[in-house]
C-alpha cells in the first residue's frame, strides 16, 4: 500500500523533526515605538504538530477506507499501549480513530442538519457491521463508540438543555446509549487502555446521576495516564457547576491531581486542571491560587518543551484571559506570565494556536483568513510585550 507507505514516512520524518527548527514562511519584527526589546519570530503556519496530527488523521481515514480494519485496529491499540502522543502531548490513537471515523461522522451529521434521523442510523449500522469482521477488537469498537459520540452530540448541539428539541434529544441520548453498550464491554484496567477510559469519561454528559461517578472516572483515567495534560484539562471543565461538580470541588480536583501527579508536572497538575475551566467560567475563579497556577505554568513549560504548548500557554496568558473582569487581581497575575513565557520558551508563531486562543471559531472562514487573523493577534500581543505595557491596558482584538 504506497500510500500508506508514504503516510507512515511523513509519520515518522515529523517525530525526528518535532524539535528541529522550522523554516519560517514569514518573519516578525516587532520594534515597536523604537523601544527594546527587539523580538525576531518566525511564523510558522504550519507547525511539526500539526503535521503530525494532519499524518495520523489521514491514516486512519486511509485505511478505513481500504477497508483495513485489522490493521487500523493493530495501529491503535499499540499507539493506546504504548502512551504515544504527539510533541504536545496528544494520544496518537486517538487521532487515529479520529481519521477513521470522519467519513461516517460526516455523512451522518449532513444526515442530522437535514433532520433526517433514520439516515443517520442506517450510515451507523453499517459502520457497526465492522465490528463482527474483526471480532470484536476494542480498537475497531472505540472507533464506533465514538462515532456514537460525535453524532450524538450533533443532535443534541452546543444549547442549554431547554433549548434541546424533545426529538433531537432523543437521538442524542439513543447514539450515547450505544456507544455505552460498546465501551461498557471492556474492562480499560484489563486492557491497559487509556482511550476507553477516556471515553468513559465523554459519556458522562448522557448518565443519569453523573455527579457520583465523574470523580471516579477520572481518577481511572489519570491513574492510566497521569502524563496526557488533555484528560487533566477535561476533568477541570467537568468540574464546573454547568457540568457534574462545583467551584469548591474544582479546586479540590486541581489540588488533589497536582498530589497525584507531582512526579511528571511538578505544580503542573493543578494548572492543566484549571486551565479551561477558567476560560469558559470566570467565576473558577473565586478559589483559585494564581502564585500556584503560575508556578505550575513554569513547571508545565520545564517538562513540555514544544513549540505547540509555548504557543499554548503563551496565547492564553496573552490573549485568552481578559485581565479585567471578575477577580482582577488574579487575571492580572496570570497574564504577567505572557512576558517570561514569550522570553524564555516562545521560538516560533503557530497562529492557529492564536486564532483559536479566544475559544470562537468562525467556521465559514477559509483557512488562509485563520491564519491572518492569528498572526494579527499574536503580532499584537508581542507588540504590547514589547512595549512593556502591563495587562490591564491591552486591548482585546476582535474575536472573529
Not at 131 to 137: K, V
Not at 289 to 298: H, I, K, M, S, V
Request: contains cysteine.
Amino acid at each position: 500500500m504506497p500510500v500508506l507507505d508514504s503516510l507512515s514516512s511523513l509519520i515518522r520524518k515529523s517525530r525526528r523533526t518535532a524539535e528541529a527548527p522550522i523554516k519560517a514562511v514569514a518573519v516578525l519584527n516587532i520594534d515597536a515605538m523604537q523601544s527594546q526589546p527587539k523580538l525576531y519570530l518566525p511564523f510558522t503556519d504550519t507547525s511539526a504538530e500539526e503535521q503530525l496530527q494532519h499524518a495520523l488523521f489521514e491514516t486512519g481515514l486511509y485505511l478505513a477506507r481500504q477497508d483495513a480494519w485489522g490493521t487500523l485496529a493493530d495501529r491503535i491499540r499499540a499507539a493506546d499501549s504504548e502512551r504515544a502522543t504527539t510533541p504536545s502531548g496528544v494520544p496518537e490513537a486517538e487521532i487515529l480513530a479520529e481519521g477513521a471515523r470522519a467519513d461516517a461522522v460526516t455523512a451522518a451529521t449532513r444526515a442530522v442538519t437535514l433532520g433526517d434521523e433514520l439516515a443517520a442510523a442506517s450510515i451507523m449500522n453499517d459502520m457497526t457491521l465492522v465490528l463482527d469482521e474483526t471480532e470484536n477488537d476494542y480498537g475497531v469498537a472505540y472507533v464506533v463508540a465514538m462515532a456514537h459520540i460525535d453524532i450524538g452530540w450533533g443532535w443534541r448541539g452546543e444549547g442549554w438543555q431547554q433549548d434541546i428539541s424533545a426529538s433531537h434529544r432523543a437521538a442524542f441520548f439513543r447514539h450515547f446509549k450505544q456507544a455505552a453498550t460498546l465501551i461498557d464491554s471492556y474492562d480499560p484496567f484489563e486492557l491497559d487502555s487509556p482511550m476507553l477510559a477516556a471515553a468513559r469519561c465523554a459519556l458522562l454528559t448522557a448518565e443519569t446521576r453523573p455527579k457520583s461517578r465523574a470523580s471516579d472516572d477520572y481518577e481511572d483515567l489519570i491513574d492510566l495516564a497521569p502524563g496526557i495534560a488533555k484528560y487533566l484539562r477535561a476533568l477541570g471543565n467537568h468540574m464546573l457547576p454547568r457540568w457534574f461538580g462545583s467551584y469548591p470541588r474544582l479546586d479540590y480536583e486541581a489540588r488533589r491531581t497536582m498530589d497525584r501527579t507531582s512526579d511528571i508536572w511538578g505544580y503542573g497538575g493543578y494548572t492543566w486542571t484549571y486551565l479551561d475551566a477558567l476560560h469558559v467560567d470566570p467565576e473558577s475563579f473565586a478559589l483559585l491560587d494564581p502564585d500556584l497556577f503560575c508556578n505550575g505554568l513554569r513547571d508545565i513549560l520545564d517538562r513540555q518543551t514544544d513549540q505547540h504548548t509555548a504557543n499554548v500557554l503563551a496565547a492564553y496568558t496573552g490573549t485568552t484571559l481578559d485581565p479585567e473582569g471578575v477577580n482582577t487581581v488574579a487575571r492580572a497575575r496570570i497574564s504577567e506570565s505572557f512576558d517570561w513565557i514569550v522570553a524564555e520558551h516562545l521560538r516560533e508563531i503557530h497562529p492557529r494556536v492564536w486564532y483559536a486562543a479566544k475559544g470562537v471559531w468562525a467556521t465559514q472562514l477559509e483557512d488562509h483568513d485563520k491564519l491572518a487573523k492569528g498572526r494579527q493577534r499574536a503580532a499584537a500581543a508581542l507588540d504590547r510585550h514589547a512595549r512593556g505595557l502591563p495587562p490591564k491596558t491591552r486591548p482585546d482584538l476582535p474575536d472573529t
